[in-house]
């Protein structure tokens, strides 16, 4: 699924995020692939879930 950034908090790298398909979405510093330090609002995202979970995140090329 793919998403785009609508907030983030890089103090503790949480935030928010709407998949293509309208649904919003909240996330926590432990979803976020490794390399990822900070995200902007309006980036586009990979978004891997576990149901109604997302369980990674990872930048969008």
């Known amino acids: ?3 785009t ?3 983030f908090d890089p103090a503790d790298r949480s935030g928010k995020l709407l998949t293509d ?3 919003p979405m ?3 510093a432990a979803t976020l ?3 990822i330090r900070h995200l902007r609002v309006g980036q586009r ?3 891997e879930t576990d149901g109604d979970t997302i369980t990674g ?3 969008w090329n």
């Open 57 to 59: 995140i990872k930048i």
């Open 45 to 47: 995202v990979f978004v």
């Open 1 to 3: 699924m793919q998403g």
């Open 33 to 35: 692939a490794e390399h």
């Open 5 to 7: 950034v609508s907030s």
């Open 21 to 23: 398909e309208g649904m």
């Open 26 to 28: 909240e996330f926590g």
